[in-house]
């Protein structure tokens, strides 16, 4: 490989990086407000580790075609930050040589060794000997490499390494939220969490090997590439065998959606919407299928189209903004202003729905994006932009879709018709002063005034 994977001790030093110099205090403060707040109304506890998983995974630019070892690093860098942001969640005392050896029981827990685990659990506090939490992580190392390296989908493989990074990661989050809480690790609790995530991934292959086959004249994925991907994730031989039938004939949406918990439906939907935006794009039979499985998973229409801005954002693919609404692929400004002032008109409510749904996250984001306050006044009051505040606007709102993928709706060419909504949606209290109403009765008197100087100056 040539890289930092060419070492056994690869995830040792990962996880060492990682706590170099690591405040849990530092983290939790940086952590938004709702997540860190007991308040008994809000999230309860799972609510906020599953919103952390879910802040983690936007954070992760998903790139098919990566094949380099940082790619791989990087993504578990990110299973242990969130392992990190759960225990700073929850503030578990941070000593060092015991944290590694808390993160090592996590991980080998979550590839299956859950034997291995309770070896280097700590004890009253007190780490095991750092050599047995070495070869514990060097074991764990190996079992993360078969899954994440290397990164992407196989070509004629089906789009699976997203939902498996995903499921990988909910899976180590429920393990750390078990084990922060309870102070100790329950094998019995283990095996069911490690259960649950192979199901998952069964349901998974199903569902995309469903969306997969839904188009006749699409190509169909390879059944030798699938095969070799499905002993790639993880799978134990049954359900191997299982997901090997399911991938050839998958069932009806109906059907699969039926055999799906309810926790699950929501993301298995993400799922086939982000795994879409990496088909060729105007496939009926395709966004039929989508349709069918959404409604079967009780998806209204207006959260289905919330859903597929957001999994446009996080496919980190600019062009699939502009399919995901039936856009252009390759246009100006200039040429998609009067089809988003009619495609904003019929996106209104929905727009409105997604931003009130998200409004403490993009308030916390607002606040902290430099001058886009400032140039959005300038947008909402109707004055126009020139091109490097437009490409400045665009710049800071793809920033911002990164934390509040809904928003990449407002960062896609033409995007701006709708900024005006987005201001009057937003507290004022998180805006600049010129979007308050006193302000701008006060710009209005000062232009009527300057407009009476100037005709009195004229006429002089």
């Not at 495609?343 to 606040?367: K, P, Q």
Request: with cysteine; proline share 7%.
């Amino acid at each position: 490989m040539g890289g930092p994977l060419d070492s056994k001790d690869w995830l040792s030093a990962t996880i060492a990086s990682r706590l170099d110099g690591h405040e849990p205090a530092a983290v939790r403060a940086r952590l938004p407000r709702e997540f860190r707040d007991a308040d008994p109304e809000g999230p309860d506890l799972e609510a906020r580790a599953r919103m952390l998983v879910a802040r983690s995974l936007r954070h992760r630019v998903l790139d098919r075609q990566a094949q380099d070892d940082e790619t791989t690093v990087g993504t578990v860098a990110g299973h242990l930050d969130m392992i990190l942001d759960v225990a700073a969640l929850l503030e578990v005392p941070f000593e060092a040589a015991a944290c590694r050896a808390e993160l090592a029981a996590i991980l080998a827990a979550g590839t299956g060794d859950v034997a291995g685990a309770l070896k280097v659990v700590p004890r009253k506090g007190v780490a095991p000997p750092a050599a047995l939490v070495g070869r514990t992580l060097a074991k764990a190392g190996q079992r993360l490499l078969r899954v994440h390296f290397p990164p992407g989908d196989p070509e004629h493989g089906l789009p699976l390494y997203a939902g498996t990074i995903a499921i990988q990661r909910r899976l180590l989050a429920r393990l750390a939220l078990d084990y922060f809480r309870a102070g100790e690790l329950e094998p019995d609790d283990a095996v069911v969490d490690l259960e649950q995530a192979r199901d998952e991934e069964l349901l998974l292959v199903e569902a995309l090997a469903g969306l997969s086959k839904a188009d006749p004249l699409a190509p169909r994925p390879d059944r030798r590439v699938v095969s070799r991907q499905l002993e790639r994730i993880g799978l134990d031989r049954d359900r191997v065998q299982d997901a090997r039938a399911a991938s050839s004939d998958p069932r009806e949406p109906e059907e699969i959606v039926a055999e799906t918990p309810p926790r699950l439906r929501n993301f298995l939907v993400e799922q086939l919407l982000l795994a879409a935006l990496g088909m060729p794009s105007g496939s009926t039979p395709r966004a039929e299928y989508l349709a069918r499985f959404a409604s079967a998973a009780e998806i209204s229409p207006d959260r289905l189209a919330a859903m597929q801005v957001e999994a446009a954002a996080f496919h980190a693919d600019h062009q699939a903004w502009f399919r995901a609404f039936g856009l252009p692929e390759e246009a100006g400004w200039s040429e998609l202003t009067d089809e988003w002032n009619d495609f904003g008109e019929r996106m209104v409510d929905r727009v409105a729905t997604v931003v009130n749904e998200n409004l403490d996250a993009i308030a916390v984001e607002f606040r902290q994006t430099g001058e886009l306050g400032t140039l959005l006044a300038k947008a909402a009051a109707g004055q126009p932009l020139d091109a490097v505040e437009r490409r400045k606007v665009k710049e800071q709102l793809i920033d911002l879709a990164k934390a509040v993928p809904a928003l990449a709706i407002f960062a896609a060419p033409g995007g701006m018709v709708l900024l005006p909504l987005l201001a009057k949606l937003l507290p004022f209290d998180m805006l600049p002063s010129a979007f308050h109403p006193s302000s701008k009765e006060a710009a209005r008197k000062e232009r009527e005034a300057e407009r009476g100087r100037k005709g009195r100056s004229g006429k002089a």
